[in-house]
């Protein structure tokens, strides 16, 4: 991954790229299912540029530098380092997927949803280089409550920020946002899956710091999580189906996350002693 542009879409009419996305809605659920039954091998991984070091708000060789900390290749033995934080993440995610139900809260969100019978999976770095999170896919009807998230949610180079979600029986009911509220309205009317979750995911790639607008590296930032409208990942047990996929992630350093009841996560972190 290493473009030399990011807004190539910035000043494409919302109901065009609407369009595109149906088109390739089909070709979408092939690559998710051949991935899910483990029938192709592929990995994203990304390459300093001058663009991604420009969204990120950085000079060439500070970004390099990022990019080289994120993978955890300043690592005296990267392969060991990762491996390490595979095993650390499996944990977490064996613990979530006996959960029944979950529930987010502090400062902009209040969330509740049901996981039972869904699995949480492991992103050790096999398919998104870096990896660094557990996802699921909540039950389709189940999530309650709101969210502010804290960064823009980026579609296609396309900024929308201060965006606010309220969901009731799983589905987006009022949407704001402070910058591009219409190219947001826009997408939740993609399909009928665009409206529902499609994922919800822990970012614990603590490698990564900051914010840099581009979501391989940002829904990995140690101590937040994101919420994906649209698609599910098959191998999680989730049935949203969507032609999109847009991930949107909140800060949680000063916030609680409550499986079954119990405090399983504090202002960032899981509370290993707990697990």
């Known amino acids: 991954m290493s473009p030399s542009h990011t807004k190539y879409l910035s000043d494409v009419d919302p109901e065009r790229t609407k369009i595109r996305s149906r088109a390739r ?12 039954k483990g029938q192709i091998r ?7 540029t001058r663009a991604l070091a420009q969204e ?10 990022f990019v080289y900390r994120a993978l955890m290749l300043d690592k005296e033995d990267p392969v ?28 902009g969100v209040k969330l509740y949803a049901q996981i039972a019978g869904r699995k949480w999976v492991n992103d050790d770095g096999k398919h998104n280089m870096p990896g660094g999170e557990v996802f699921t896919a909540p039950i389709e009807d189940s999530v309650e409550g709101y969210i502010e998230f804290d ?4 579609w296609r180079g396309v900024e929308v920020d201060g965006i606010k979600l309220v969901f009731k029986k799983g589905e987006v009911v009022e949407s704001r946002a402070i910058k591009r509220e219409d190219f947001l309205r826009q997408m939740l009317t993609t399909d009928e899956g665009a409206r529902r979750v499609g994922e919800l995911a822990f970012g614990l790639n603590y490698s990564i710091t900051r914010f ?5 590296f940002d829904e ?22 969507s032609s999109i996929h847009w991930d949107m992630i909140k800060n949680l350093k000063k916030h609680q996350v409550y499986l079954d009841g119990d405090l399983i996560y504090e202002n960032g972190k899981f509370i290993l002693d707990v697990l």
């Open 151 to 154: 960064y823009p949610a980026i």
């Open 56 to 65: 990120a708000g950085m000079s060439m060789i500070e970004y390099e530098d």
């Open 80 to 107: 060991k380092a990762w491996i390490s934080k595979a095993r650390e993440q499996d944990k977490i995610a064996l613990v979530l997927s006996k959960g029944r139900e979950i529930n987010i809260e502090g400062p």
């Open 212 to 216: 840099t607008k581009e979501i391989l």
């Open 25 to 36: 809605y089909s070709l979408h659920q092939i690559f998710l299912e051949r991935s899910a």
């Open 42 to 48: 592929w990995t994203v991984v990304p390459y300093p």
């Open 220 to 241: 990995k930032i140690g101590g937040t999580m994101h919420l994906a409208l649209g698609s599910s990942y098959p191998e999680t047990g989730g049935r949203n189906k």
